[in-house]
């Protein structure tokens, strides 16, 4: 195959696997709909310029953090808190960059679903999990607000 066809083949392949992380994301449950087949549940992204920041949620709002990682190094992201029950990861996931070549670097997105009602620190640790704590090299914290869901009135 020519090189050229070559680098072609490989950005769409890129490109179908971003498109299919943000679908895994986004992906619906069946119990995140009311009665008339909407959804509850509302997807919000944050990423490194958000670090420090405040967010609100809804119980079954899923927030997704998309931060730079290089997994060739052996560093990566993973939860080091969420202090408390309220926030579950749902998925956590690897996503190269356009034309991500072996070694080369993208971001890791991890998505959390509010579960529960409460104030939680979501922090997060991009650390060599086989070198413990004093491997840790980047941190990002934010607040995040969860309320309780109100039902939409009927018209």
Same mark, same amino acid.
């Given at each position: 195959?020519?090189?050229?066809?070559?680098?072609?083949?490989?950005?769409?392949?890129? #490109?179908?696997?971003?498109?299919?992380?943000?679908?895994?994301?986004?992906?619906?449950?069946?119990?995140?709909?009311?009665?008339?087949?909407?959804?509850?549940?509302?997807?919000?992204? &944050?990423?490194?310029?958000?670090?420090?920041?405040?967010?609100?949620?809804?119980?079954?709002?899923?927030?997704?953090?998309? &931060?730079?990682?290089?997994?060739?190094?052996?560093?990566?992201?993973?939860?080091?808190?969420?202090? #408390?029950?309220?926030?579950?990861?749902?998925?956590?996931?690897?996503?190269?960059?356009?034309?991500?070549?072996?070694? #080369?670097?993208?971001?890791?997105?991890?998505?959390?679903?509010?579960?529960?009602? #409460?104030?939680?620190?979501?922090?997060?640790?991009?650390?060599?999990?086989?070198?413990?704590?004093?491997?840790?090299?980047?941190?990002?914290?934010?607040?995040?607000?969860?309320?309780?869901?109100?039902?939409?009135?009927?018209?």
């Amino acid at each position: 195959m020519p090189l050229a066809r070559l680098r072609v083949a490989a950005a769409v392949g890129v #490109g179908t696997l971003a498109v299919s992380a943000l679908l895994a994301v986004t992906h619906i449950a069946p119990a995140d709909l009311d009665a008339s087949g909407a959804t509850e549940g509302v997807l919000k992204a &944050l990423t490194r310029a958000d670090a420090g920041s405040r967010i609100d949620l809804r119980v079954g709002d899923v927030v997704a953090v998309r &931060l730079a990682e290089n997994p060739g190094t052996g560093f990566g992201w993973s939860t080091e808190s969420t202090s #408390g029950d309220a926030l579950r990861l749902v998925e956590s996931e690897y996503l190269p960059a356009a034309g991500g070549r072996v070694g #080369g670097s993208g971001e890791r997105s991890l998505s959390f679903r509010a579960v529960a009602t #409460g104030n939680v620190e979501l922090r997060l640790k991009l650390w060599r999990e086989w070198e413990g704590d004093t491997s840790i090299v980047d941190r990002f914290a934010a607040t995040v607000r969860i309320v309780r869901r109100t039902p939409q009135k009927k018209q």
